[in-house]
């Protein structure tokens, strides 16, 4: 009897792990969607529906407007809005255009730096989800060989 009482919460428990499991592919199936978006347009979409994106000044992008090495170009998004939900980094001209996601949390400050790689010369764009809809930030970046303007 006891073996029966303590497989049941063995299997109790293995149900509860694999629906806790799950729950992360659940939170984050709309941004996997739009990693694997080939266009801007789609990526938008899979983020945002309909929500209106906005060019907006109150949204910082700091990145070079040249890039010496596509393969490690470092970018910065900040915004002093209220509301912050996440940040977004898409770059028009990348085989997948949405290069990195920021999930934020109520009290965390928007603002993330990392780098990029960048195939080739391409629009810049970062983008900041508040509760009240979108606002971008964008820039063009010339992608050289070797530093040498080519």
């Known amino acids: 009897?006891?073996?029966?009482?303590?497989?049941?919460?063995?299997?109790?428990?293995?149900?509860?792990?694999?629906?806790?499991?799950?729950?992360?592919?659940q939170l984050f199936a709309r941004a996997t969607g739009a990693f694997q978006a080939k266009?801007?347009?789609q990526v938008?979409?899979?983020?945002?529906g309909d929500l209106p994106v906005t060019l907006s000044d109150?949204?910082?992008?700091?990145?070079p407007s040249i890039?010496?090495?596509?393969?490690?170009?470092?970018?910065?998004?900040?915004?002093d809005v209220a509301g912050v939900e996440a940040i977004y980094i898409v770059i028009d001209a990348n085989p997948n255009p949405l290069s990195a996601t920021f999930e934020l949390g109520a009290t965390s400050p928007a603002d993330v730096s990392t780098r990029v790689k960048?195939?080739?010369?391409?629009?810049?764009?970062?983008?900041v989800k508040t509760s009240d809809g979108v606002l971008m930030a964008q820039q063009e970046v010339k992608v050289t060989i070797g530093g040498c303007g080519g």
Do not use: C
């Open 58 to 63: 109150q949204v910082i992008l700091k990145i």
């Open 44 to 48: 938008m979409q899979q983020l945002f």
């Open 1 to 25: 009897m006891n073996m029966n009482v303590s497989r049941r919460h063995v299997l109790r428990g293995l149900s509860l792990l694999i629906g806790v499991a799950a729950l992360p592919r």
């Open 118 to 127: 960048m195939g080739q010369s391409s629009m810049v764009r970062g983008l």
């Open 39 to 41: 266009e801007v347009d």
């Open 67 to 79: 890039a010496e090495n596509g393969a490690v170009v470092p970018v910065t998004v900040s915004s």
